[in-house]
């Protein structure tokens, strides 16, 4: 027997009445009243792994290298930037995670400020580094000043120059160096016609290479992929 058409809005409406905060209670939207943020939870060692994921898709992306994206005209944040942006426990687990700070790209000029705050952050992290150069007057003797140093936790290379007397400089500097214990990857690639102000004739010029010595001198016991 169905039930009197006016209990059936009385117990609907108070059905309603009481339910408003109920789907609301563990909204992950919704910060606690007590101001307890859920995230502090997770222990550090899996926000550091969820960090490097994070930091790994990123880097697929822009196939191995971050290149400064733009939204609107204005410059994107890199992902271990924004990271360390978010609050003062990511910034901490962020800043004290070397490997999130470990991919050097040179596509600043002079200084190299943010490129000496990721070598910094990076402690002793195998480094992955890209170095292409556009111009002939890029400052690749800056460049090498800044990471030969670090050459002890070089885990990849990949130097393109657009003339051969900036390739043979950095044969000659990477020569001086008394091993590369870290290296695995090695890319040095000259490309024709990659600079603005390159001469028209460079494509026909032979190539000469004053350095005659043994890279890294002969000390580079992990490489394993090199192309020259």
Known sequence: MSEPKGEQTATSSTHFQSSPSAPFAHDPYVPPRNGRRLIDDIPTELLVQIFMCGEERHMIRHHGCVIPEH????AKLPFEVTTSHVCKLWRDVAINTPALWS???FFEGLPFTQTTIYLERSKCAPLDIHIHLR?????????????????FHWRSLWFQASQY??????????GLCSGAPM????RLHYVCGGGE??????????VFYTFAGDLFSGNAPKLARITL
């Open 135 to 151: 111009r002939r007057t890029s400052p690749l003797a800056a460049i090498l000043d800044l990471i030969i140093p670090h050459v």
């Open 71 to 74: 939204n609107n005209g204005e």
């Open 197 to 206: 102000d390159e001469d028209e004739d460079d494509e026909d010029m032979p």
């Open 103 to 105: 991919e050097i790209c």
């Open 165 to 174: 007397d900036q390739m043979d400089y950095a044969f000659n500097r990477m």
């Open 183 to 186: 290296l695995e990857v090695l």
